[in-house]
């Protein structure tokens, strides 16, 4: 049976068809690469190279067992990846979900990057609602959710995405017509609540208790979606601060969107149960870490 470092010299020197730079490669001396050439030769009884003081060349056996042996070894490197991934729990299926239609494309490039390193997993991609996602990563039903932080008791991270804030107003608003404006307005306008089963800390980060400076912010109704809350909106039930995609993904006649020029940006990543360890989702949170890291450098 040939051996695998019988193999992975013999492979080398067919491509390399020099000593020395086969023993560079494979951190051996050239007396090592020449032996267990040697030692091959004597097993199959005939030469493999034409050895000369200027060149080294293959003879038809060398490269008839090169043309052999090269797919084989290929299968065999790819066995023990997949072996590896295996001991690894880098198989079955990863259950990840998105909110927002603005997030996909970028989750589809980790997906992507994800299903390049680990082909034997499986991602199912699918999108969540507002009144679900929390619930979701609670019953497992979810492996790992793309959303705006903060999101109470989870662990979140990588940012993926940021965005500045806008705040919906209905069109015909007074503040539908400035340029911007401060978020202590939404001191003097009902602001639109989302849904109760949302986080407390998301909650306060988008629709404040208080504005910077302290003064209280009336609240407006609840809507059970986006959709909901802008219809909310506009008809004039009050305004709602979002990111400023909603522009594109969300636009309506009857909404103005007005750029808040003194919020904070929005950021939006991983969110996974702080428990949910598993190989599968430390390596998709890894790999979303180098496409965040990648679209940075653009």
């Known amino acids: 049976m040939l051996e695998r470092v019988e193999a992975e010299t013999f492979l080398t020197l067919a491509e390399e068809l020099h000593f020395g730079r086969t023993a560079e490669r494979l951190r051996v001396t050239t007396g090592r690469v020449s032996q267990v050439i040697k030692k091959l030769e004597r097993r199959i009884g005939g030469a493999l190279f034409e050895r000369t003081s200027r060149t080294v060349r293959l003879t038809a056996v060398g490269r008839q067992l090169a043309d052999d042996l090269v ?35 970028t989750l589809l490039e980790v997906v992507g990057l994800f299903s390049e390193r680990h082909p034997d997993c499986r991602v199912d991609v699918r999108q969540a609602e507002l009144a679900n996602s929390r619930a979701s990563l ?26 500045e804030r806008v705040l919906a107003v209905a069109a015909g608003h007074p503040l539908a017509a400035q340029e911007s404006v401060s978020v202590e307005v939404l001191a003097e306008h009902p602001v639109v609540q989302y849904p109760e089963v949302t986080s407390a800390a998301f909650k306060r980060d988008r629709t404040p208790d208080r504005t910077p400076s302290g003064r209280p912010v009336p609240q407006g109704p609840a809507g059970g979606s986006l959709s909901e809350m802008l ?43 702080r428990g949910n360890t598993t190989e599968r989702v430390r390596e998709f949170v890894r790999a979303a870490a180098d496409v965040a890291a990648s679209n940075r450098t653009l």
Not at 138 to 163: I, K, N, Q, R, Y
Not at 248 to 256: A, K, M, N
């Open 71 to 105: 797919p084989l070894v290929a299968a065999m490197e790819e066995a023990l990846r997949r072996a590896a991934d295996a001991s690894r729990g880098v198989t079955g299926e990863l259950r990840v979900a998105f909110l927002g239609e603005w997030t996909a494309p």
């Open 138 to 163: 609670l019953d497992g039903s979810v492996d790992v959710l793309v959303a705006s932080f903060p999101f109470d008791g989870m662990t979140c991270g990588p940012v993926l995405l940021t965005e």
């Open 231 to 273: 219809t909310l909106v506009a008809m004039g039930r009050g305004v709602l601060p979002v990111g400023e995609h909603a522009r594109r993904y969300h636009p309506r006649p009857d909404v103005s969107y007005v750029p808040l020029r003194d919020a904070e940006p929005i950021r939006r990543g991983l969110v996974r149960l």
